[in-house]
């Protein structure tokens, strides 16, 4: 700990079904024409890994206030979770707050998100060619791959995929300890520093990832590839 700051403990690792939590400020900074909250936890997930952050509104001290952004920051070698209100009117560090988070852009999120874990698994297991990038926001949700797909593989891959959805697989995730992970298989698209939490779909894939995810494969919905077109060395998919 440096200067009164700590890791903001990350509640939507837990639970990713949760919607409200209480929590205390423990720091206020200006940010733009507002201010950036520092809570000792948060179910807020910050834009993160090609996702964009979560929506939602807390109160303090009687006043409401929508939380714009939320970024996942480092303060003197601390990683904490930045929560961005449009005021100046909250002041008081050690002050409880109640946030609540927008239920069903999370969860839509979290459907898309474990949908691309199955995309990504297939294309990887079946043709060779790795996910690198990843952009998921409230409007649109495109995967970039490092190689091209054909028009009976986007056909394969779509069917393949809807397939795994309809077998109501498990799918967790966990932070996997050091030892275990230099033996364990799994796909990542760059390094990770410090721990790793690997998102499993049972049977068909293990991906390093921070985002939070539905329980099961039935939770997915249909699959539909949209929209394919080269894109630099690869091709990028549009869901």
């Not at 839509?108 to 043709?127: C, V, Y």
């Not at 966990?174 to 779909?201: C, F, M, Q």
Request: some cysteine; hydrophobic content about 35%; proline content about 2%.
């Amino acid at each position: 700990m440096s200067n009164g700051y700590k890791p903001t403990e990350k509640m939507y690792d837990v639970d990713a079904y949760a919607t409200k939590f209480e929590a205390t400020i423990l720091k206020v900074e200006p940010v733009g024409d507002g201010l950036c909250l520092i809570f000792d936890r948060t179910l807020f997930f910050p834009e993160e890994g090609g996702q964009t952050q979560d929506k939602g509104t807390i109160i303090c001290e009687g006043q409401v206030f929508d939380v714009s952004y939320v970024a996942l920051e480092k303060r003197d070698g601390v990683e904490v979770i930045c929560h961005s209100v449009e005021s100046t009117s909250v002041r008081c560090e050690g002050a409880k707050i109640h946030g609540k988070i927008n239920w069903m852009a999370r969860y839509d999120k979290m459907q898309n998100h474990s949908g691309e874990h199955i995309l990504s698994g297939i294309i990887h297991s079946e043709f060779g060619f790795d996910n690198v990038g990843f952009h998921l926001n409230d409007e649109l949700f495109t995967m970039d791959f490092n190689g091209v797909i054909t028009k009976e593989q986007l056909e394969f891959l779509e069917m393949r995929a809807n397939e795994i959805v309809m077998e109501n697989v498990a799918i967790w995730g966990e932070y996997i300890p050091d030892e275990e992970l230099t033996v364990l298989e799994y796909r990542s698209k760059k390094e990770i520093e410090g721990a790793v939490r690997i998102v499993t779909i049972e049977g068909y894939d293990k991906c390093a990832c921070c985002a939070p995810h539905v329980k099961s494969s039935i939770e997915i919905g249909v699959i539909k590839i949209v929209k394919a077109e080269n894109w630099k060395c690869g091709m990028r998919l549009t869901v």
